[in-house]
């Protein structure tokens, strides 16, 4: 299994342009998830998926599009790049959304975002 | 609102015991989180421990809970080099899911000196 890979690794943006940040997962999980690591700021929940066709915001949504139309694919798109979304973003999966189960959440290796 | 606190740096010398602690807010939280990030990689579930749980033990890591204080730690026994990483503190979130939706600690930085 490859686990949770993401694409590109890099990316340097103008202000104003868009791109489509990849995720996929190849364990069969239910349950996708974005972050933001921000220095400082720890990370925090963009959006998330329950399954496929299913998606919802986290705490940080805004200039963020995401769909799900793949269990295995969940990816994250930006509509306008601003300066403010320079970080770096994880995709994680874990194999089901239930509270009350430990399932361990697989994380991405990251994608770095420079926007200028 | 949901909040986890914890110091962003520790330095310790090679050997020695490494204490981190977390604090957070949520009372109803199930499952508490420790995951580790080496640098350049993504995060890694550590260990975790049970609401209904004072002490976890897993191997050199000893995770104590609080409940009361709503104080969670981390100590590392025998601390290497290796263990040289930012550690996150996290607890499940308002939006549901198990792990999915985390709130996370803004992560300590742990260094360890030869």
């Known amino acids: 299994n490859a686990g949770v890979t993401q694409t590109p690794k890099f990316q340097v943006l103008k202000t104003g342009q868009s791109m489509t940040l990849q995720c996929a997962q190849d364990?069969?999980?239910?349950?996708m998830s974005w972050y933001r690591q921000d220095p400082g700021m720890g990370l925090r929940l963009i959006h998330y998926?329950?399954?496929?066709?299913?998606?919802d915001q986290g705490e940080v949504p805004n200039g963020y599009n995401v769909s799900r139309s793949t269990t295995e694919d969940f990816p994250l798109r930006l509509l306008s790049a601003a300066p403010s979304q320079t970080s770096v973003y994880f995709c994680a999966s874990s194999r089901t959304p239930s509270r009350t189960v430990t399932d361990t959440q697989y994380f991405g290796p990251g994608t770095r975002l420079t926007v200028l | 609102g949901e909040d986890v606190e914890q110091s962003l740096f520790l330095s310790v010398r090679e050997g020695d015991s490494s204490v981190i602690n977390c604090t957070y807010t949520d009372s109803s939280s199930t499952y508490l989180y420790w995951y580790k990030q080496e640098p350049g990689a993504g995060l890694q579930l550590l260990t975790y421990i049970f609401s209904n749980m004072d002490m976890k033990q897993d191997q050199r890591l000893t995770v104590l809970l609080n409940k009361k204080d709503k104080h969670l730690s981390l100590r590392i026994a025998d601390t290497q080099t290796g263990d040289s990483a930012i550690y996150f503190c996290a607890e499940a979130g308002r939006y549901g899911g198990s792990q999915g939706n985390l709130i996370f600690g803004k992560g300590t930085k742990l260094s360890v000196k030869p």
């Open positions: 364990m069969n999980h239910e349950y």
């Open positions: 998926s329950v399954g496929a066709g299913i998606t």
